[in-house]
């Protein structure tokens, strides 16, 4: 194992497996330069935790529930921050400046979500209403877009206090205010400074020290955790382990017995049982690597795992779809949970095509004319004479 330096660069060896793509192409590496099998399997249960709350939404008949999953499913999102965290600080050592940084994110998670939204835009304004998106008041009503401002927030992932058009992109939105402060703190400062950022905008966030916002929330202390993953598991791999032994247990208990009403822990209180619980678990996944690689049938969790990206923006538009042409449908219950899990399975192979046709090969053509680009901006820069950047505290 390749063991993390003091500034948190991670340099790994061996060869790299070119058809380890994350769920938005990006490769995801561990020992000796092969992927993270145990992250796919994460991402995959945190996905399917998302699609098995939203299919609940399809039919408002009695139906057949998943412990946790079907009314909490939303817990998966908090998983996917911390291994967000956990990626970006693993790889963005590996990236030459801070522009090279924010190109690669920002990248992994434009393309596909651009599409998708003026895809839902059109086919909205086309039907002069609204059956894609959530986006509701508090009351449960409808919203209503608010002109052109709102249009561009929603397709551009603006932070703002509005659903977004698309309604899932509110996750995205914390994505990219995460990636960048990091990066820029990161490029600017240091490594350390970047984390520390971080976990003083989730302190901020948990203690209500401002208005809440996308910039002072306590849903950065997931990020902060991820971080904190890489950096612990590489640098001080057999005491995080048994401190993830001991704390999954009990502070999973505590956070689920919360949802359920049997212990109230406010809402401070379980975004940290969470953190500690989800982080626990993906430490105990990363050291169970190796023997991950030896589940016959794990081939197609780790194709859930590559899909990712694909399976939480698109189940959106098929189960909205579904909602909208069947919602008068009439049936037992029965038969209405055999729709349900019929939907939810072509959602999910659907998604899985899209994330291999369409996904995958426009971040590659994406991808490649951003190379070009940043090598024509560096031959210049070069020719002028102006060094290359280089983060600081590497």
């Known amino acids: 194992m390749t063991i993390i330096t003091p500034k948190f660069c991670t340099k790994l060896t061996g060869k790299q497996n070119p058809s380890a793509q994350a769920a938005n192409g990006e490769q995801l590496e561990g020992e000796n330069g092969l992927r993270y099998l145990s992250i796919q399997y994460l991402r995959a249960a945190a996905v399917m935790s998302v699609l098995v709350l939203h299919s609940h939404d399809l039919f408002d008949a009695p139906l057949m529930k998943v412990p946790l999953f079907s009314d909490f499913g939303w817990v998966g999102v908090r998983l996917f921050f911390i291994i967000s965290g956990f990626i970006v600080a ?5 990236c030459a400046s801070l522009g090279d940084y924010l190109i690669r994110r920002f990248l992994r998670v434009f393309p596909l979500y651009f599409v998708v939204s003026i895809f839902t835009a059109f086919v909205a304004l086309s039907a002069n209403e609204f059956p894609f998106v959530l986006a509701k008041t508090d009351s449960g009503m409808p919203f209503e877009p608010n002109g052109l401002e709102y249009f561009l927030k ?7 206090d509005e659903w977004p058009l698309f309604a899932v992109g509110w996750s995205l939105e914390f994505e990219i205010v995460f990636y ?7 490029f600017t400062i240091s490594a350390m400074a970047a984390r520390l950022i971080i976990l003083a905008i989730a302190v901020a966030g948990l203690v209500n020290i401002f208005p809440a916002s996308h910039f002072a929330h306590p849903f950065m202390l ?3 955790a991820g971080c904190f993953c890489s950096d612990a598991f590489r640098t001080f791999r057999r005491p995080t382990i048994w401190f993830a032994c001991m704390a999954f247990l009990p502070t999973t208990v505590v956070w689920i017995a919360h949802l359920y009403g049997s ?15 989800f982080s626990s678990l993906l430490i105990l996944f990363l050291e169970l690597e190796s023997r991950l690689a030896r589940i016959s049938w794990g081939s197609w969790i780790i ?13 959106w538009l098929i189960f909205r779809t579904a909602r909208y042409l069947a919602f008068d449908l009439e049936a037992s219950p029965l038969v209405m949970e055999s729709i349900r899990i019929l939907i939810l399975a072509c959602a999910l192979v659907l998604s899985v095509f899209i994330h291999r046709k369409v996904e995958s090969p426009m971040n590659d053509v994406v991808q490649q004319w951003a190379r070009k680009v940043q090598a024509l901006i560096s031959s210049r820069r070069s020719q002028a004479g102006h060094p290359v950047g280089v ?3 590497r």
């Not at 960048?180 to 990161?186: K, L, N, Q, W």
């Not at 194709?303 to 189940?315: E, N």
């Open 90 to 94: 693993d790889r963005i050592c590996r």
């Open 154 to 160: 929603s397709v551009f992932i603006v932070p703002q």
């Open 180 to 186: 960048a402060i990091f990066g820029f703190a990161y």
């Open 222 to 224: 997931y990020f902060f």
């Open 263 to 277: 212990l109230n822990i406010g809402g401070s209180g379980f975004t940290i049982a969470s953190t500690v619980s």
């Open 303 to 315: 194709m859930i795992g590559d899909a990712t990206y694909s399976i939480y923006l698109c189940h």
């Open 391 to 393: 983060p600081k505290g």
